[in-house]
């Protein structure tokens, strides 16, 4: 949290765009939710190149992905990984 505020910050200070990447969005927000917080979601198309190191990635950190005593659940739960089909980023909404 401390670096995306860094971030909003130095976006804001220098008239550039932020764009982030919500990792947990689409698992704990709706996007009325991201719009209550006057950013959008932007889905951005991505290869199925990309698509596939995405997914090879993220098989390489089973720590999170499988549960380990005391905790009775994976750190990343499936229901978030179901989601992440897309990647989607978050933007400043326009007000124009």
Do not use: F, K, M, N
């Not at 932007?42 to 290869?47: C, D, F, G, W």
């Not at 090879?56 to 499936?78: D, I």
Request: glycine share 8%.
């Amino acid at each position: 949290r401390a670096i995306g505020r860094a971030a909003a910050r130095a976006a804001a200070a220098t008239a550039t765009p932020l764009l982030a990447y919500p990792i947990w969005a689409p698992y704990w927000l709706t996007p009325d939710d991201v719009r209550r917080h006057g950013s959008v979601l932007v889905t951005a198309p991505s290869s199925t190149r990309a698509d596939s190191a995405r997914a090879a990635a993220v098989g390489c950190h089973r720590s999170q992905l499988v549960a380990r005593p005391p905790a009775g659940s994976p750190v990343v739960p499936e229901e978030l990984l179901r989601r992440h089909g897309q990647q989607l980023l978050v933007g400043e909404a326009d007000d124009g």
